[in-house]
């Protein structure tokens, strides 16, 4: 693909010429946004040695920088800060970093990156996360859902791979329904292998329903098997003030402005938080919204918590 018909090649060049500049930059965005396939565009595009390592299965904050020791094919030794072993590692290096998946371990990521940033000054790195690490110097890159436009060009492509030709009209519908999520839009094209177009739009006109039919993702990374995996992921990390502000926000059928959540819900407090890890999109003028995928899961745990039924909660088509 030439870079006057690559979509990302203006975002990959920016984000390329950031990390030469600030040498630190994390990617963050909603569940299956696209930042781990947009951190493997940079790595491809820049001239230097690449360092990987997908922190996904990393369980345990105090346990990154062995990960991250183990991806440069080396062992962090016991002792009391096993980030000396990967210091030594990449000290006097040039090269990028590169760290995928830190949101579940953030604390660990922050204190690393923060270090490996003020000892190793050849050394760029890039994040994904959910959140911004926090670390003095980071810059942070929101990955937005893709527009109208690139979601049916998208479910056209990857319908093609499995073997659908899809029309313009079900394209058009379909991406409308899929909000600009890229994980979506590739669960819904190998949904078409089995499920007419017209009654996965239904499926997915049924509040609640898409997490039925958005499965049979890639076995690695596990979250993104299905959809409802992808979202109980960034649940899971939410306290339980955010999951019941969550739940409530998914009452909202469109945007909606802080002042709206403070005066609706007590303890809206919260909806920083929501920001901060992605659940919550700010939009222009300064509102906010629930990505679709994300306000048919609260209103699903709305109804477990007895409020409105999932079912009936949302606006539908």
């Known amino acids: 693909m030439s870079a006057t018909t690559d979509p990302d090649h203006a975002l990959v060049a920016d984000l390329t010429a950031r990390l030469a500049t600030t040498r630190l930059v994390t990617l963050t965005g909603p569940a299956g946004v696209g930042k781990t396939h947009l951190a493997a ?27 991250v020791a183990a991806s440069l094919h080396a062992a962090a030794t016991p002792g009391p800060d096993p980030t000396d072993v990967v210091l030594r590692l990449l000290a006097g290096r040039r090269g990028l970093l590169v760290l995928d998946t830190c949101e579940h371990v953030r604390s660990g990521c922050a204190y ?46 990857k319908a093609e791979v499995h073997g659908v030709a899809l029309s313009s009209f079900w394209s058009r519908m379909l991406a409308e329904r899929l909000d600009g999520d890229p994980l979506s839009v590739l669960l ?43 979202i109980e992921w960034s649940h899971d990390l939410c306290g339980r003030a955010e999951r019941l502000l969550w739940a409530r926000l998914s009452s909202f059928t469109g945007s909606f402005t802080g002042d709206q959540v403070r005066t609706v819900f007590t303890g809206g407090a919260e909806l920083a938080s929501l920001v901060d890890a992605s659940v919550v999109l700010r ?13 048919e899961y609260g209103q699903v745990r709305l109804a477990g918590l007895g409020g409105p039924q999932a079912r009936t909660a949302g606006s539908g088509c």
């Open 41 to 67: 565009r940079v790595a491809q595009a820049v001239e230097l040695p690449v360092h990987h390592a997908d922190l996904a299965a990393c369980g345990d904050a105090a346990l990154v920088p062995h990960a």
């Open 112 to 157: 690393l990156v923060g270090r490996l940033h003020d000892s190793c000054p050849r050394l760029q790195i890039l994040t994904t996360s959910r959140s911004p690490l926090g670390v003095p110097g980071e810059q942070t890159v929101a990955v937005r859902p893709l527009p109208s436009e690139r979601t049916v060009e998208l479910l056209r492509e």
């Open 188 to 230: 819904a094209a190998r949904s078409l292998r089995a499920t007419e177009p017209e009654r996965l739009y239904g499926s997915l006109c049924t509040p609640g329903e898409r997490f039925d039919v958005l499965i049979h993702g890639p076995k690695e990374p596990a979250r993104h098997r299905t959809l409802l995996n992808a």
């Open 283 to 295: 939009e222009a003028g300064g509102a906010y919204r629930l990505p679709l995928a994300h306000r």
